[in-house]
Every structure is written in C-alpha cells, then in structure tokens.
C-alpha cells in the first residue's frame, strides 16, 4: 500500500527482462519435434530472434511479425501444442529466468506490491510462467481458437500502447496509485508502458530504449544471471495448461519475417 493508501504494482515485461532470451525460442526444437514446424523454419527462426535478441526489434518489425505468426498458427491443434506444453514447460523455461528478476519479484511483493507480468507472448505460455513466478496476475495476447484449433485471428495482442491501456485498466480495476507503480522492460516498444508508471526501469535495453532511459531519467538494470528457479524460490508444482505457447512460438519462428526469409511449414 502507498502512503495515500492505495495499492501499488509492478509489471514486469517477460523476454530479456525475466527471462534470459526469447521465451518461445527454447521451444523450437520440441515445435519441430511434434511436427507443427519444418527444420527449414526452426533453424531460420532461430537465426532470426538471435538477431533480436541482440538488437531488439522496432514498431515495423513487430507488426511484420504479428501477421506472420496469426498466419502460422492457422490451423495448429490445440491438444497437440498442450502435449508439447505439459512435457517441456517447466524444465525449459526454469532454468532462463535472470537471478536479478527473481530478486526484485520477491522484494515488490514484500512491500506489498502486486507482481503482473504484462508481455506479447501467447496467455498459455505466459499464464503458467507467471504461476511458476508467483505473478499475482498477467496480461497476455489471447488467440482465436474453433473446433480445437487456432484460427489465424488474434482476439487481444499486447503489445505497444496496448500493454500501457491494460495497466491503467488494471489501476482503474484494481485503485492501483500508478505513481507509486514500477514497470521494468528491454524493448523500446514498451516505452509507454514504462511512462505509465512513476517508476520506470529499462532492463537489458536496446539501443533505442537506453536512449530513451537516458532522457527521461529510467535507470537502467543489466540482468546477467541466469538461475535454475526450482533451487531459487518455492515453486507449486508444474501445471499442464491449455493450448499453449501459439503466440510464443511464433514469435520464435516468425521471426525471419523480419530479416525477408520465405517461411517453408511442414505439411
């Protein structure tokens, strides 16, 4: 609680600034094992997000990206990405969250903050880190599902100035004092989501972002320490969750949309 005695947050973006690297790049070998996609796509993919991780990715690249993935995903079974899901979730995402992030979770929610994670990924992959994170809530890009697949449509997309409305949502919702909140983010597509907020941290930025930081006067943070989770905090058991991961996949492949690759889908 503030000193005005309203509630306080912290919203955490997810990729580079929880988690070490791109969440949905750990999963493209277990995509292309389960046949959702090609070789050809896993290796571009990753060639691709490699090149975001190192220099981020702008507005345009983004929305590039965003049709790719609603295209991909057409057609993916839910019950096929669920099975990938349940049996590589939780060892693959535990040991790539940043020491550091673990760290400032546990100090908010000792001074009686709220923990949300607000990211682009897909809810499925987002929900279940966020419990394995003790998140109180997340705030996630929903797909389209009928008849037990994906559609190609995306319902929510969080992304932009989208993340900033669904945080002064939440404050509206919820009597969070934004001016007491903190927001933590790499990406200078999340610079609005930082401004919502009195207390705006740039992680791990890029290069715009860090401009950005240093004009509106956002310390920076470097996370550099990857921790296996299960030895760092109490986690609940590993849940399987529904449908899962569409959004963060895709991202992981589409990524070569970016960089003018053909995507080649596995029939």
Known sequence: ?????????AFFDLDKTIIAKSSALAFNRKFQAG?????????????????????????????KLRAFMSELVKGWPVATVQEIV?????????????????????EHHAAGRDVIIVSTSGSELVEPIGTMLGADHVVATRLKVEDGKYTGEI????????????????????????????????????????????HGYAVNPDKELRKLAIKEGWPVLVFSKPVALQRRMNLPPAKPTLAALAVGGAVAVGGAIVFNHRRNRAV
């Open 1 to 9: 609680m503030s000193a005005t005695g309203r509630r306080q947050a």
């Open 35 to 63: 046949g959702l996609i090609s070789r050809r796509v896993m290796l571009r993919g990753a060639y691709a997000q490699f090149m975001y991780l190192v220099g981020g990715a702008d507005h345009d690249q983004m929305e």
């Open 86 to 106: 349940r049996d590589t979730l939780h060892n693959i995402v535990d040991p790539m969250v940043y020491d550091e992030a673990v760290s400032l979770i546990e």
């Open 155 to 198: 319902d929510y997309y969080a992304y932009g100035p989208t993340k900033a409305a669904a945080i002064r949502e939440l404050a509206e919702e919820r009597g969070y004092d934004l001016a007491r909140c903190y927001a933590y983010s790499d990406s200078i597509t999340d610079a609005p989501m930082l401004g919502a907020v009195g």
